[in-house]
Nanobody, 121 residues
Framework: VQLQASGGGLVQAGGSLRLSCAASGSSFRLNHMGWYRQAPGRQRELVAAITAVGSTTYPASMKGRFTISRDNAKNTVYLQMNNLKPEDTAVYYC????????????????WGVGTLVTVSS
């Protein structure tokens, strides 16, 4: 499965962005999916995750501002980000796996190209 994240850009603090991740292949609907981010000098971290059937989970620090969703007919997963803060500046990646724990841990072997989100103060 190849993944292409898009929708990043420069936004002022308090603004919103919607990221999209298009996946190739017919197995998308079977995969749990996650959005992750990596800021300069920091480890990659999970931002949000969604199961193959649409249940969502967020780390405590991300709850309330980020919303993950998916459209299996379009092989696409989305991340709606509201009330963005400068500390949200990072490269955002999407990735998936059939193992939920792998998605939560972010231990997939292959990572595609992310999309850069820059939040100015």
């Amino acid at each position: 499965v190849q993944l292409q994240a898009s929708g990043g850009g420069l936004v002022q603090a308090g603004g919103s962005l919607r990221l999209s991740c298009a996946a190739s292949g017919s197995s998308f609907r079977l995969n749990h999916m996650g959005w992750y981010r990596q800021a300069p000098g920091r480890q990659r971290e999970l931002v949000a995750a969604i199961t193959a059937v649409g249940s969502t989970t967020y780390p405590a620090s991300m709850k309330g501002r980020f919303t993950i969703s998916r459209d299996n007919a379009k092989n696409t997963v989305y991340l709606q980000m509201n009330n963005l803060k400068p500390e949200d500046t990072a490269v955002y990646y999407c990735n998936g796996d059939r193992n939920w724990r792998t998605v939560l841990a972010g231990t997939q072997h292959y990572w595609g190209v992310g999309t850069l989100v820059t939040v100015s103060s």
